[in-house]
């Protein structure tokens, strides 16, 4: 985003922020110690404890019951409203993040990715990480075919294994579930390894999910079966990725659920490449969801959309960082 028009978006969020106190949706995905995190999307378990120590003292954070009706019903929020959130459904979201929520009485809801949990395979993003920044003795060049046409990628230096690393990522952000599968298949022959994952990166298991799910500071959303951008979907295609997670997770926890977050779900588009469109919104109402998050930078008001409310995404930030960040998110 250019100077001048991150400028006016920060005068709009000002504006709208004085005419109705906003509350806001943080965005986080692991709580835990990685020995290299590409993505930055882990926190280390000491400053997520710092921070919801932080939300806990000087915020009003909301559960997902609450935070729903005030949506549903376009109730204005209480002052310094803060709704906490988990995408993905990794195995430390139950280890790991659960207990420290639990202990400083933070309720959070946690969007869950059907297809690898309770499996030993890792998301794709994770599974190419482990493929060509956690290998070592790959070959000098990567020859790999994506939607027909075949790409050379270099992989002689880590440098350069690491700009492949990043490249692949976004042009599979874009890809269909598929032909995704098909290309980790080739880096799997082109690097000697197999599928399965690391148990450092792996889902959790039925057991953890439904522990989570009964947890009283935990409640659980769908967040599609297999992770794709779904404006690369047809209506058919987005009915069937989401409901299927709905369903699923219906019948593991015994409950209805209406809470969804689109995967990636960023506003930001790559030509006619969106990470979802007016078809993912209709697909969602279609299938009784009532609350739906995605993925850019803004506050929530009483008239904010349900069906793609914005959400803030926290890095591994020390308290002070954190709590300077959240200042700001009140204010612009
Ligand atoms: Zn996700």
């Known amino acids: 985003m250019g100077n001048l028009s991150q400028k006016i978006f920060s005068v709009a969020h000002y504006v709208a922020n004085k005419v109705e106190r906003p509350a806001v949706i943080l965005l986080y995905h692991r709580v835990t ?194 992770h794709p951008a779904l404006g690369m979907l047809s209506y058919e295609e987005q009915y069937t990725e989401i409901g299927l997670s709905k369903e699923i997770l219906e019948g593991v926890l015994g409950a209805p659920q209406v809470h969804f977050s689109y995967p990636f779900g960023g506003r930001k588009f790559l030509g006619s490449k969106r990470y979802y469109n007016a078809d993912s919104i209709k697909a969602c109402k279609a299938l009784g969801l009532q609350m739906v998050c995605a993925n850019y930078y803004g506050q929530v008001h009483s008239w904010s959309n349900p069906y793609a409310l914005p959400r803030i995404l926290v890095r591994d930030w020390p308290l002070a960082v954190f709590r300077a960040h959240m200042q700001q998110f009140f204010k612009y």
């Open 33 to 226: 110690t990685l020995q290299q995190d590409p993505q930055e999307l882990s926190v280390t378990p000491a400053n997520f404890n710092d921070q919801l120590a932080h939300l806990s003292s000087d915020y009003h954070v909301l559960d997902a019951d609450r935070f729903l009706y005030h949506v549903k019903h376009k109730k204005a929020f209480p002052e310094r409203s803060v709704f906490v959130t988990f995408d993905d459904g990794y195995a430390d979201n139950y280890q790991e993040a659960l207990p420290l929520l639990t202990m400083q009485q933070v309720p959070a809801l946690f969007y869950i990715t059907t297809s690898k949990i309770n499996t030993a395979y890792e998301l794709w993003w994770d599974d190419l990480e482990r493929v060509l920044l956690n290998t070592d003795n790959l070959p000098l060049t990567l020859d790999i075919r994506i939607n027909g046409h075949t790409w050379e990628y270099a992989t002689d230096s880590p440098l350069a294994t690491r700009e492949t690393y990043f490249a692949l990522q976004q042009v599979l952000r874009f890809c269909k579930p598929a032909e995704i599968a098909a290309v980790m298949q080739q880096l799997y022959e082109w690097s000697g390894l197999d599928a399965t994952g690391r148990p450092s990166h792996r889902l959790m298991t039925w057991a953890e999910l439904k522990a989570l799910g009964s947890a009283t500071y935990a409640a659980i959303g769908c967040h599609t079966h297999q």
